[in-house]
């Protein structure tokens, strides 16, 4: 005895496509942008549970998306890649300059990665192939 034995299935009804989990192309709503970001940063960070934590990051990325940015870079303790929600960002040290934020943390790091991509004459790094 096969599968259709126990549940015959009609040809006659007609088949939905089934939905892939990804939003169409031309949907906004699924549209991540990425901005490169190159700097070293002492971020202090609160998880998702409330703990504060202190990190320093080698930034690489500003990633926008629906709804949130992530500063994407490598933490230095780990040595892994990480991507902080930029609204959960307390404060945000720049070593080398000694600049120190603790409001508009967006508004500055978007600031940051728009000069250096004019500083780069608005072309964005050659990835390799």
Avoid: C, N
Wanted: no cysteine; proline share 7%.
């Amino acid at each position: 005895m096969g599968f259709q034995d126990f549940f015959p299935t009609d040809d006659r009804l007609p088949r939905r496509p089934r939905p892939s989990g990804r939003a169409p192309a031309g949907d906004a709503r699924g549209a991540w942008r990425t901005l490169p970001l190159e700097g070293v940063f002492d971020v202090v960070y609160e998880d998702a549970r409330g703990a504060w934590t202190s990190r320093i990051l080698d930034a690489r990325e500003l990633k926008l998306g629906p709804g949130r940015t992530l500063l994407g870079g490598t933490d230095r303790a780990h040595g892994l890649y990480r991507g902080l929600r930029a609204d959960r960002i307390r404060r945000l040290t720049e070593p080398a300059s000694g600049t120190r934020i603790e409001t508009g943390i967006l508004d500055w790091l978007l600031a940051r990665a728009d000069a250096q991509r004019r500083a780069r004459g608005g072309r964005s790094p050659r990835r390799a192939a």
